[in-house]
């Protein structure tokens, strides 16, 4: 997809969600307003109520939007979570709608919000087939279990645990994503429109990366069927190959 034919697509679909999440708040304030209406439904504050803002561009509980690109947040560590909010918030992440949301939300909150995502425990949905030849999706497996140390790349495994379903309590899993969402944010590393705290691991990853190995390294995740129970691990069984300051 074209540069502009993306950020057109993504104008639209965040003015979908921007005034999907303006009916939604219009609704609350008229069942406020009238209180006393026999067909009023009481309002229910709860965490659980105020997350349904999320849902509008990511889902049903979170399990991720149809059009390939707002991710899965259901079961992805608190941390990860919170880290992103926070990222989003002052300015490490670049994305309009996700920044004006979170604009005035207190660190509490972002905690207590990320914290009900990660309780979720969901299916996933089954993976799609990837349209790359056998050669390179054969590559894309290799940098995810074995990396390219001649470019000082570390594997995939190295950091997002050997099932690749993340690491507790600040590494997401990369199964059960749409390639469209992994290609981005890789790319978003690569353009510098994603960061983190430094030293930005992701980033320095990403800008090694060719564009061809982003290609292949997200049509074989996105491919893969997520192991039965999978569940962020505890920890890992190395020490990370580089520092990451996002993970502090």
Known sequence: ??????????????LSCLLAGQ?????????????NRPTATPFEDSIAQRAQACTLCHGKQGRAAADGY????????????????????????????????VAPLSDAYLLELAGYFAQLDLPYPPPLPASLSAAELARGEQLVFKGDPARKLPACVQCHGS??????????????????????????????QRQAVAPDCMATIAKTLRLEDINAVSQWLAAQALPAGAKPALALPAPLPMDCGGLQ
């Open 23 to 35: 009916a939604l708040l219009q609704a609350s304030a008229a069942t406020a307003d009238a209180p």
């Open 163 to 192: 099932k690749l379903t993340g690491v507790q309590p600040f590494i997401p899993g990369l199964l059960g994503l749409p390639r469209d969402y992994l290609n981005g944010q890789l790319g978003a590393w690569r353009s510098g």
């Open 70 to 101: 707002y991710p899965r947040i259901a079961g992805k560590p608190q941390g990860y979570l919170y880290k992103q909010l926070l990222n989003f918030r002052d300015g490490r992440r670049h994305y309009g709608l996700m920044s004006d949301l």
């Open 1 to 14: 997809m074209t540069s502009h034919l993306f950020s057109g697509w993504l104008a639209r679909a965040a």
